[in-house]
């Protein structure tokens, strides 16, 4: 599986974006798939996921009731829709796969990566 992810930018505090991430692959649509994000300096950290049908969502609490993780098996793209952001958003994100489908926020578990999608919020 290849994982491409867009939609990056620069935004204003309080402004809203969408990442895409696009990917290739028979059985994309049996894999839990994630976001992270990592900021200048730190680690890479878990941000939403969404199992195999969309019936299950996962969220960081720092990212509870702003950001939306979707997906759609037929266009093999997960979405991750930001509102509500702030400075400490600013980071690097990635979308990642998991060939598990069971949850899990541990960036060890997931087994593809996209190339990542700088988000830069300005206060």
């Known amino acids: 599986v290849q994982l491409q992810a867009s939609g990056g930018g620069l935004v204003q505090a309080g402004g809203s974006l969408r990442l895409s991430c696009a990917a290739s692959?028979?059985?994309?649509?049996?894999?839990?798939l994630g976001w992270f994000c990592q900021a200048p300096g730190k680690e890479r950290e878990f941000v939403a996921a969404?199992?195999?049908?969309?019936?299950?969502?996962y969220y960081a609490d720092s990212v509870k009731g702003r950001f939306t993780i979707s997906r759609d098996n037929a266009k093999k793209s997960v979405y991750l829709h930001m509102n509500s952001l702030t400075p400490e958003d600013t980071a690097v994100y990635y979308c990642?796969?998991?060939?598990?489908?069971?949850?899990?926020?541990?960036?060890?578990?997931?087994?593809?990566w996209g190339q990542g999608t700088l988000v830069t919020v300005s206060s």
């Open positions: 990642a796969a998991k060939k598990d489908y069971e949850y899990s926020h541990d960036v060890k578990e997931y087994d593809y």
């Open positions: 969404i199992n195999w049908s969309g019936g299950s969502t």
């Open positions: 692959g028979r059985t994309f649509s049996t894999y839990l």
